[in-house]
């Protein structure tokens, strides 16, 4: 199980994410009344997708001991809403260099299509969310 700690303080709308001893940012940009210190929730998905996308396929690559130089993945999204839901199409335009034939760039490009963050994003996904009340958790210490 994969676990990470989202904390926000006074301040609009820097959040920090936290894994261990690694940090990172979000935010949102000044436009939206952030201060503009890190990703977008919505570009932390997109990078996410990316970044798995990206590692799967080096992590192949180099099994295999091709040639791979780069992998640059353009990563967007576009929602479609309609009367009955919203549809988010999340598109990735997949750029790779080295010294790969057309065979060898198609095997390592379906290897990113399964990548673990892009499984998660196709099959259905829950999410629960609990109200945990701070006093409670902090006299039962």
């Known amino acids: 199980m994969a676990e990470v700690l989202v904390s926000i303080g006074e301040e609009s709308y820097t959040t920090t994410i936290s894994y261990d001893d690694l940090e990172i940012l979000a935010d949102e940009p000044i436009e939206l009344g952030g201060q503009n210190k890190g990703l977008a929730p919505s570009q932390l998905l997109l990078s996410s997708v990316g970044a798995c996308k990206a590692i799967t396929m080096r992590m192949y690559a180099n099994r295999k001991k091709w040639k791979v130089d780069k992998i640059d993945i353009k990563v967007s999204s576009e929602v479609q809403k309609s009367e009955q839901q919203q549809t988010t199409f999340i598109k990735c335009n997949i750029f790779i260099e080295g010294d790969l034939d057309e065979e060898q760039k198609r095997r390592i490009y379906a290897i990113g299509e399964k990548c673990p963050v892009h499984k998660m994003l196709i099959n259905p996904i829950v999410i ?10 902090k006299n039962n210490s």
């Open 128 to 137: 629960e969310s609990n109200l945990i009340d701070t006093m409670q958790v």
